[in-house]
């Protein structure tokens, strides 16, 4: 009998070669996913714990991490209910997230609750942003389902006992809804407060700012971005798009003239790339005291 017939055949053991290769390389693929999500799942879960710390040493808590037996506790008349407001989906720019508004309003919702006792609810990440919605992804409720949502909200609240109530805002065409929804909550007996991002830290933002205008994704939202979260700020993509004007955002130039909108083809309004980390650092050290002063004159207000 032939020796050949004994040897292995080459193209076999090829690819049990190939296939011993592939399953090391699966495997080894599998164990550093295993470990990068254990270091992920670490790093979050030592940030909750900070952040948890930071708020118990002032009393403040999330409610959403309570459950309602323990939640029961924290709801009383002398409590000020803090709800954030930040969208989600709205865009801001080709340099900025469309969750931009969300990570504002958490950031001031954290800073806020470290530092003066507070019961704190999630981040509302839907409301009135009708400017917007011609660039991609940006979405906006009604002007009325807005109102009514916080309307609703804060009625439920406060049946549980809280009659203070401030609405941390980072919006500016949310404005439209929340006077409103004030004003029918004010009939009801409760007191509500609300954030005009546009005027807090006000005097802080004109010692810095250097563009000729604008307001969304500009100099000094991006400036605020460069020191909150840097990590998703693209600063070489940090468009100059500023062109004067009032109303809603529009890509078509023809639009803006025909309809008095302010045309801007990146969605930015205002100079991006005059931002840097020390003027957010100015301007949002400035908005969070300002909050505060807000939050501690509610507590100071009497309930009618």
């Given at each position: 009998?032939p020796?050949?017939?004994?040897?292995p055949?080459?193209?076999?053991?090829?690819?049990r070669?190939?296939?011993?290769?592939?399953?090391?390389?699966?495997?080894?693929?599998?164990?550093?996913?295993?470990?990068?999500?254990?270091?992920?799942?670490?790093?979050?879960?030592?940030h909750?714990?900070?952040?948890?710390?930071a708020?118990?040493?002032?009393?403040?808590?999330r409610?959403?991490?309570?459950?309602?037996?323990?939640?029961?506790?924290?709801?009383?008349?002398a409590?000020i209910?803090v709800?954030?407001?930040?969208?989600e989906?709205?865009?801001?720019g080709?340099?900025?997230?469309?969750?931009?508004?969300?990570?504002?309003?958490?950031?001031?919702a954290?800073?806020?609750a470290?530092?003066?006792?507070?019961v704190?609810?999630?981040?509302?990440?839907?409301?009135?942003?009708p400017s917007?919605?011609?660039?991609?992804?940006?979405?906006?409720?009604?002007l009325?389902?807005?109102?009514?949502?916080?309307?609703?909200?804060v009625?439920?609240i406060?049946?549980?006992?809280?009659?203070?109530?401030?609405?941390?805002?980072?919006?500016?065409?949310?404005?439209?809804?929340?006077?409103?929804?004030?004003d029918?909550?004010?009939?009801?007996g409760?007191?509500?407060?609300y954030?005009?991002?546009?005027n807090?830290?006000?005097?802080a933002?004109?010692?810095?700012?250097?563009q000729?205008?604008g307001?969304?994704?500009?100099?000094?939202?991006?400036?605020?971005?460069?020191?909150?979260?840097p990590e998703?700020v693209?600063?070489?993509?940090?468009?100059?798009?500023y062109?004067?004007?009032?109303?809603?955002?529009t890509?078509?130039?023809?639009v803006?003239?025909?309809?008095?909108?302010?045309?801007?083809?990146?969605?930015?309004?205002g100079?991006?790339?005059?931002?840097?980390?020390?003027?957010?650092?100015?301007?949002?050290?400035?908005?969070?005291?300002?909050?505060?002063?807000?939050?501690?004159?509610?507590?100071?207000?009497a309930?009618?």
């Amino acid at each position: 009998m032939p020796l050949v017939r004994f040897l292995p055949s080459p193209r076999r053991s090829h690819r049990r070669s190939l296939a011993t290769v592939v399953t090391l390389w699966a495997a080894l693929c599998a164990s550093l996913s295993t470990r990068a999500g254990a270091q992920a799942r670490a790093t979050t879960n030592a940030h909750s714990t900070k952040e948890q710390r930071a708020l118990a040493a002032v009393g403040s808590v999330r409610i959403a991490e309570l459950p309602w037996t323990e939640a029961i506790a924290r709801l009383d008349t002398a409590t000020i209910v803090v709800i954030p407001i930040g969208a989600e989906a709205k865009e801001h720019g080709p340099h900025l997230p469309l969750n931009n508004d969300w990570l504002l309003a958490e950031y001031f919702a954290q800073r806020v609750a470290a530092s003066t006792k507070v019961v704190l609810y999630p981040t509302l990440n839907y409301h009135f942003y009708p400017s917007f919605v011609e660039y991609a992804g940006s979405t906006t409720l009604r002007l009325e389902t807005a109102r009514d949502m916080v309307i609703d909200i804060v009625r439920t609240i406060a049946a549980h006992g809280p009659r203070r109530f401030y609405l941390l805002n980072t919006g500016v065409s949310t404005l439209r809804a929340l006077g409103p929804a004030r004003d029918s909550l004010t009939a009801r007996g409760l007191v509500v407060r609300y954030t005009d991002i546009l005027n807090i830290g006000k005097a802080a933002e004109e010692s810095v700012r250097r563009q000729a205008g604008g307001t969304h994704a500009d100099e000094m939202e991006t400036s605020m971005m460069l020191y909150m979260h840097p990590e998703v700020v693209q600063m070489a993509k940090a468009p100059d798009d500023y062109h004067p004007g009032a109303g809603g955002l529009t890509r078509d130039s023809v639009v803006a003239a025909r309809d008095g909108k302010v045309w801007s083809r990146t969605g930015t309004f205002g100079n991006a790339t005059l931002a840097t980390r020390e003027k957010g650092r100015v301007v949002v050290e400035a908005q969070v005291a300002g909050m505060l002063a807000e939050i501690e004159a509610l507590r100071r207000t009497a309930i009618p």
